[in-house]
Structure formats: C-alpha cells, structure tokens
C-alpha cells in the first residue's frame, strides 16, 4: 500500500506529464486547470494543492522536458574526443526533432511564456547558462579559441535550428555542420579535429 507521500509524488509527477503533453498540444495560454486535472486523472484542486499555480506548474513541466534534453548533451560531449565529433554529436540528436513534434513545440512554447514571465525566464536562463557553461568546458578542453563566446553562438544556433526547423525543414545537421564547423575552427590552421 502506498503511503501518502508516494501518493502525492505520483499525483504531482501525473499532473507534469499531463502539463508536457498538453503545452505543445493546445499551446501554453489554453491550459486550464480543469482540462489539466482531467488529463491528469484527478480532481482539479489537486492542482492547486500540489502547485503554487498553474502557471508554476507549466513552468515546472516545461523546465523538467527541456533540462532532460539538455542533460543528454552532457554524456554526448563526453564521447566526443574532437571538436568535429561533439558537432556532429550535437547536431545529429537535434535531427530527431522535426520542428512539429512535441518536444520542439514545447521549447517554442516555452521561449514565448519565458518572454512573459519573469520566474519561467529566470529559470530558463539558468538552465541554459549552464548548458553554455559546460559546453565552453568541453570546448577549451579541446583548445577551442575564445570558448565562452563560441558556446553563446553554438547554443544559440542549436536552439536556432530546432525554432526555425518548422520554417524550414531543410535546416538539418548535414546543411548545417558545414556552417558550424568554420565557427569551430581555429585561425592559422584547421585543427577542430584536435583532441582534448
């Protein structure tokens, strides 16, 4: 038998799935708390008793899918011993994501609510400060020139890709990584195949 506090974890976890599938479904705005409760399978003052708001609770459910992609890159850079490895590491899980799917709605979703709400916004920067900050580790491991700023510009132009993706479905790792790999290449010499 389940205790009240597992009860409670699984009812929170329940409503965050509910909520990640709902935001790229009907868009941000149109989550209501009723039609979150009901795809969630519970009443809808469950909502309020485990969340601040529904608003927290989108920005939670939202932050928890985009920390989880972000998470992957980490074990990704790990494997990659060049410059040009981790690039096409990179590059290539983004082709999993269409532009249409679910998980690149939702990051759509989230970047507009984040322009709206101070704590999404807050929240999401942090979460994608430390993605840069790694991803500047990982590249002045391998004596990437001016590693902080070249993470901004490679984070942003991976977030680019997967916004514009529904735009242009032809903006793929392969049309891509030509362009990408000048940025990561040193003045004097092409040596983005260094090893760290």
Known sequence: MKTSAERGREVRRKLLDAAADLIPERGWTAVSTRILAERAGVAPGLVHYHFPSLQALLNEAALDVIGR??????????????LDDGLEGMLGALDAFTGSDPVSVLFTETYLAAARDEDLRRELTALVTRFRRELAGWLRARGQEAPEETASVL????????????????????????????????????????GG
């Open 69 to 82: 992609v972000v998470a992957e890159t980490g074990p990704l850079l790990e494997r990659a011993e060049t």
């Open 155 to 194: 984070a942003a132009a991976l977030d680019g890709m997967m916004l514009h993706r529904p735009l242009n479905p032809e903006l793929t790792s392969a049309a891509v990584a030509p362009v990408l790999r000048r940025l990561l290449t040193r003045p004097g010499g092409d040596d983005r195949r260094a």
